[in-house]
T-cell receptor, first 114, second 112 residues
Framework: GAVVSQHPSRVICKSGTSVKIECRSL??????MFWYRQFPKQSLMLMAT?????????EQGVEKDKFLINHASLTLSTLTVTSAHPEDSSFYIC??????????FGPGTRLTVL | GENVEQHPSTLSVQEGDSAVIKCTYS??????FPWYKQELGKGPQLIID?????GEKKDQRIAVTLNKTAKHFSLHITETQPEDSAVYFC???????????FGGGTRLMVKP
């Protein structure tokens, strides 16, 4: 149990376009979902925390207007990178919280902005 | 806030040997300590976790120990195999917000 999926697994886009990444908890209800960003050979950096039906809480330094997060249901959260630029290229990973602090991660989305 | 330090950053062992990765945390309120394994190009996978009411937990070749007084916890992998090669992350959390604070990661290489 505790499976999280992400779609797409990789995406290449042109500078200035927007990209949407979906995160789904397949076999549990995720009351909280987290979005992370990971650069090569580095640890995970928390971008934002979202609870179903409410606005996301962004970490310091993360632009909320650039990284739009929607958590419409207990099994789906989306991250939209708006007006993407090459510096937004990274590995984006979501996780679903199942309660008692447990987090289960998706397989990640590799974003490349040309 | 919480700060988690992880050592070593890289670890190379011979197949069959044991591997130990250590983490320290700063917030005495932390009560949940998971370990994740991340293979190249994939998301982190939970391999074992421990809560503050327990000192040790074991699952086949993997064990985790926790010393609340010293605020450190360790991952022990015995009889290592090449497929154990990956990056391992420790993390710490307390009940407020369910957020995890991650260590910097350890790249484990198991040589056949």
């Amino acid at each position: 149990g505790a499976v999280v999926s992400q779609h797409p697994s990789r995406v290449i886009c042109k500078s200035g376009t927007s990209v949407k990444i979906e995160c789904r908890s397949l076999d549990f209800q995720a009351t909280t979902m987290f979005w992370y960003r990971q650069f090569p050979k580095q640890s995970l950096m928390l971008m934002a925390t979202s609870n179903e039906g409410s606005k996301a809480t962004y970490e310091q330094g993360v632009e909320k207007d650039k990284f739009l997060i929607n958590h419409a249901s207990l099994t789906l959260s989306t991250l939209t990178v708006t007006s993407a630029h090459p510096e937004d290229s990274s590995f984006y990973i979501c996780s679903g919280g199942r309660g008692r602090n447990e987090q289960f991660f998706g397989p990640g989305t590799r974003l490349t902005v040309l | 806030g919480e700060n988690v330090e992880q050592h070593p950053s890289t670890l190379s062992v011979q197949e069959g040997d044991s591997a130990v990765i250590k983490c320290t945390y700063s917030d005495s309120a932390s009560n949940y300590f998971p370990w994740y394994k991340q293979e190249l190009g994939k998301g982190p996978q939970l391999i074992i976790d421990i809560r503050s009411n327990v000192g040790e937990k074991k699952d086949q070749r993997i064990a985790v120990t926790l010393n609340k007084t010293a605020k450190h916890f360790s991952l022990h992998i015995t009889e290592t195999q090449p497929e154990d090669s990956a990056v391992y992350f420790c993390a710490a959390s307390h009940n407020a917000g369910n957020m995890l604070t991650f260590g910097g990661g350890t790249r484990l290489m198991v040589k056949p």
